[in-house]
């Protein structure tokens, strides 16, 4: 059975106080929280086995690999990738995305095209922007309905033989917008393009099954999966893999010799020059264990539960537009009030204990598209509770009568 409260007591930090008020954590899509089990593996990493790598015969050094590569095979196993090595450990998904941008220089030719959507964090829209720049290539962009969902028609007539790559987030991270990535996959194969799936939005949320998606790359980032900051993972068909360039260690810069005979030589090391966050992966792995204990499933309901009620209680207050109204979406609100600047709600009900994110989200495309300077945002995850969300709302009352 799902029991919030037992699961709340996995998190440190969700008994602190801000401002003197309990700490109610709405800020998941920006980082979720971490559970003393990934905590500690940590401290016992640093405590028991700190060693480097898949380098040393000692016993430290092959106790600290071992449990690496078991991360890595954790991944796989979570995200059913075929095989491990398919799985390249990165920073994050900013990494991923550069990883591949990067490796497609050497693939697109001028006149290829590549088709990001609308509904991109924007500093993940720089990559492809530069990739284009370096080969002449064209930046192609699906646009978004008023409903916060991309508009699949004309997805269609973007498409041609020149789409040579599809980049597209699972979840939008503005408005929670659940995209239909398997359509897009499918039909980018249709003419021939590889699809690359930003899943750091989804991942909190939903259990991807790479196989079953077809897609060529999927990549994310571990601290919105309860996981550390500074690591991620990007899956890649192997074919896909074995055909893209190596991305760190500067190319040119490596001779040829070492190149071969090193760390490049096979997947997935090819792709993990110099040391990685070892620690950090092996909590990573931890973080998914404890994910699937509770159960995807179980979470999903759960903050389904969580998003209808909120959304719910929202509409109940008078001036409020929320931004993102598809039927499919993740645990994410995006509102304003009417003339009343986000930032100045967020920092009212910062004093109350809330955190919220202000801003743009660092989707400006999609705050462009609805005109407004940004939204606030509150993003809910799994540890997250109905009387939280009551005491988000009487904030956000307080806050509304002293502004307006
Ligand atoms: C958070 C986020 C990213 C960036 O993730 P990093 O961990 O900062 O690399 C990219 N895309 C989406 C949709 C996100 O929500």
């Not at 601290?223 to 993972?233: R, Y």
Request: aromatic share 10%.
């Amino acid at each position: 059975m799902f029991d919030v409260e037992k699961i709340r007591k996995d998190f440190p930090i969700l008994n602190r106080e801000v401002n003197g008020k309990p700490l109610v954590y709405f800020d998941n899509a920006a980082t979720s929280q971490t559970p003393i089990a990934v905590i500690e593996s940590i401290v016992d990493y640093y405590s028991n086995y700190n060693a480097n790598i898949h380098r040393g015969v000692h016993t430290l050094s092959q106790e600290a690999t071992n449990a690496f590569e078991k991360a890595r095979q954790k991944i796989q196993k979570h995200f059913n990738a075929k095989e491990s090595y398919e799985i390249i450990l990165t920073s994050g998904t900013t990494h991923g995305i550069n990883l591949v941008a990067s490796g497609f220089s050497s693939i697109l030719e001028k006149g290829d095209e590549i088709i990001v959507s609308a509904l991109e964090h924007h500093s993940n829209i720089v990559p492809w922007q530069m990739l284009c720049e370096k080969t002449g290539a064209l930046l192609k962009v699906i646009p978004m309905t008023p409903k916060g969902e991309l508009d699949i028609t004309a997805y269609d007539e973007l498409l041609s033989s020149n789409t040579k790559l599809v980049f597209v987030n699972h979840v939008s991270n503005a408005l929670g917008t659940i995209n239909p990535i398997k359509e897009i996959i499918d039909k980018a194969h249709q003419y021939g393009a590889a699809v690359l799936i930003d899943g750091a939005q989804a991942t909190p949320h939903i259990k991807p099954d790479v196989q079953e998606l077809d897609c060529e790359f999927y990549t994310c980032s571990a601290h919105k999966i309860c996981g550390p900051t500074g690591v991620g993972m990007i899956y890649g068909k192997e074919e896909w893999l074995n055909k893209l360039p190596p991305y760190q260690g500067g190319g040119e810069m490596i001779s040829e010799v070492t190149f071969e005979k090193t760390t490049y030589a096979d997947l997935p090391h090819k792709f993990e020059a110099g040391t990685p966050n070892i620690a950090g992966v092996i909590a990573f792995g931890v973080a998914l264990d404890y994910m699937n204990q509770i159960g995807f499933d179980q979470i999903e309901s759960y903050e389904q539960e969580l998003l209808k009620y909120a959304t719910k209680k929202l509409l109940e207050i008078d001036d409020i537009v929320i931004y993102g109204t598809s039927e499919n979406k993740a645990a994410v609100i995006s509102f304003n009030f009417e003339g009343i600047h986000p930032y100045d709600i967020g920092s009212i009900i910062d004093k109350l204990g809330i955190a919220v994110r202000t801003g743009h989200h660092c989707a400006q495309p999609i705050m462009d598209y609805y005109k407004i300077p940004g939204t606030i945002r509150a993003s809910f995850a799994f540890y997250n509770t109905k009387k939280e969300i009551d005491h988000f709302i009487e904030a956000l009352l307080r806050a509304k009568a002293m502004l307006s």
